[in-house]
């Protein structure tokens, strides 16, 4: 993928959402809506190395964004396979709610933070990348069924 920052050409541009907008991004994507702009590019990024990811994103110096298709470890569902060639991600803590700003009683998303490991579970030496996972939730997908069919 080539780098889509250089085609923007628009000085001191930077793509930092908030993580509502993030979410708003997401639901938009689900649903099939298509935007104007397309920053943030779809990746099985369990197939790469995080080192490798910089590359691999349409936008990003420090922070890169990528949709991921949610591939299980079996085909009777569980949790997903986040192992790539070199090391795994390890999850740090339980899945945390977002909340409207606007409406703090409304949840419109979770976020769970890992960590890259090189090499195996359960003996990997902990690195310095962090990524974070963005997810709806589950009251989402049954309320806009009809858009994801």
Do not use: Q
């Not at 930077?14 to 938009?28: C, D, K, Q």
């Not at 299980?72 to 899945?95: C, H, I, M, Q, V």
Request: glycine fraction near 10%; hydrophobic fraction near 35%; proline fraction near 5%.
């Amino acid at each position: 993928m080539e780098n889509y920052a250089s085609e923007l050409d628009l000085p001191g541009f930077r793509f930092h959402p908030t993580e509502e907008e993030l979410l708003e991004y997401l639901a938009g994507a689900v649903r099939g809506e298509k935007r104007g702009f397309d920053v943030i590019g779809v990746l099985n990024l369990y197939r790469h190395d995080p080192w490798e990811l910089p590359g691999l994103a349409k936008i990003g110096e420090r922070e890169w964004y990528f949709f991921v298709p949610r591939i299980r470890k079996s085909s009777n569902g569980g949790r997903p396979n986040r192992t790539t060639e070199r090391g795994f991600w390890k999850a740090t803590g339980s899945d945390r709610e977002i909340r409207s700003v606007s409406e703090l009683k409304r949840i419109i998303g979770l976020k769970k933070t890992f960590v890259f490991y090189k090499g195996r579970a359960p003996r990997g030496c902990k690195t310095d990348w962090v990524m974070n996972e963005y997810r709806l939730p589950d009251t989402f997908t049954s309320i806009n069924k009809k858009f994801i069919e």
